[in-house]
T-cell receptor
Framework: KNEVEQSPQNLTAQEGEFITINCSYS?????LHWLQQHPGGGIVSLFM???GKKKHGRLIATINIQEKHSSLHITASHPRDSAVYIC???????????FGKGTHLIIQP | GAGVSQSPSNKVTEKGKDVELRCDPI?????LYWYRQSLGQGLEFLIY????????KSGLPSDRFSAERTGGSVSTLTIQRTQQEDSAVYLC????????????FGNGTRLTVT
């Protein structure tokens, strides 16, 4: 069973700061997902990664398969980025998803 | 439809009753996941369907929980003899195939067991 650890659990930053959220997992995977959940809102898939790096707007996600580690970066952070960010990994074959506990991000104006 | 649809959006039931929650994935998506989120808690994987393969049931918390996926499309999650600790938001997600394809999430069913 994969163990997924996220850090930090909570992060408060000022608008404009560069944000990094980390995710580590214990067993080889076929894909890693970064998800976003706003307070009282649904879950949105931000990225799906199996290698390398992806960028959408101010969001960047990287994964290092050898180190079993992924990072989510937010550049020029904005209060609307305040949300819970969740890392989820999928093992091979018929395995389901394993979720991290999430990182609660607050961006203050 | 345009996205993953779940019904009902809210369900209040008495302890001991059975409930059925429905998920309509995006047409053509072969992978379907059920998970739940209890108040103040993280996401908890429940069950995963992939095409015609045997589902991964490793996340189901007890034998009161079961799920079916008929015809590779609609899925129903059934909770028998509901308990108060079953209260949570039950979420469904689908993806076009196994492994490295994006997940699409439904808005969830909020289950309250009184």
């Amino acid at each position: 069973k994969n163990e997924v650890e996220q850090s930090p659990q909570n992060l408060t930053a000022q608008e404009g700061e560069f944000i990094t959220i980390n995710c580590s997992y214990s067993v080889g995977i076929s894909a890693l997902h970064w998800l976003q959940q706003h307070p009282g809102g649904g879950i949105v898939s931000l990225f799906m990664l199996s290698s390398g790096k992806k960028k959408h707007g101010r969001l960047i996600a990287t994964i290092n398969i050898q180190e079993k580690h992924s990072s989510l970066h937010i550049t020029a952070s904005h209060p609307r980025d305040s949300a819970v960010y969740i890392c989820a990994v999928k093992g091979g074959g018929a395995d389901g998803l394993t979720f991290g506990k999430g990182t609660h991000l607050i961006i203050q104006p | 439809g345009a996205g993953v649809s779940q019904s009902p959006s809210n369900k209040v039931t008495e302890k001991g009753k059975d409930v059925e929650l429905r998920c309509d994935p995006i047409s053509g998506h072969t992978a379907l996941y059920w998970y739940r989120q209890s108040l103040g808690q993280g996401l908890e994987f429940l069950i995963y369907f992939q095409g015609n393969s045997a589902p991964d049931k490793s996340g189901l918390p007890s034998d009161r929980f079961s799920a079916e996926r008929t015809g590779g499309s609609v899925s129903t999650l059934t909770i028998q003899r509901t308990q108060q600790e079953d209260s949570a938001v039950y979420l469904c997600a689908s993806s076009i195939w196994d492994g490295d394809s994006p997940l699409h999430f439904g808005n969830g069913t909020r289950l309250t067991v009184t």
